[in-house]
């Protein structure tokens, strides 16, 4: 007869993989024509952001003080996110191009 620990190891093992890959989400913002859409996101600690570029024009999520994701032309770039709090960013390239990620732990 097995003993009980034999069960108990796979199953927090099995807890504790898909807690962890379940946990953690992919959040897309596409850029079109110029535009952040949506212009508002959310997401949480440790989520990846993915800006899909559909412009011919490269662009930048950029918040001041922090990070600079360059995103070129017809192609994508992601970010981990590091910590909670309401993100505002921007385009260096195109200042008017602006939106928001809702951070949550």
């Known amino acids: 007869m ?3 620990r034999y ?5 927090v093992v099995a807890t504790v ?3 962890a890959s379940a946990h953690a989400e992919t959040v897309r913002v596409t850029i079109d024509k110029l535009v952040f859409s949506p212009g508002v996101v959310k997401a949480k600690v440790g ?4 800006w899909v570029n559909n412009d011919i024009l490269a ?4 918040v001041k003080g922090d990070w600079d994701v360059l995103i070129p032309p017809k192609k994508s770039a992601t970010l981990v996110i590091k910590k909670a709090g309401e993100v505002e960013y921007y385009c260096r390239f ?4 602006k939106a928001k990620i809702d951070v949550t732990n």
């Open 59 to 62: 662009h930048t999520a950029t």
């Open 47 to 50: 989520d990846t952001i993915e």
């Open 7 to 11: 069960w108990l190891v796979p199953m």
């Open 17 to 19: 993989l898909g807690s």
């Open 94 to 97: 195109h200042p008017n191009m």
């Open 2 to 4: 097995l003993s009980a």
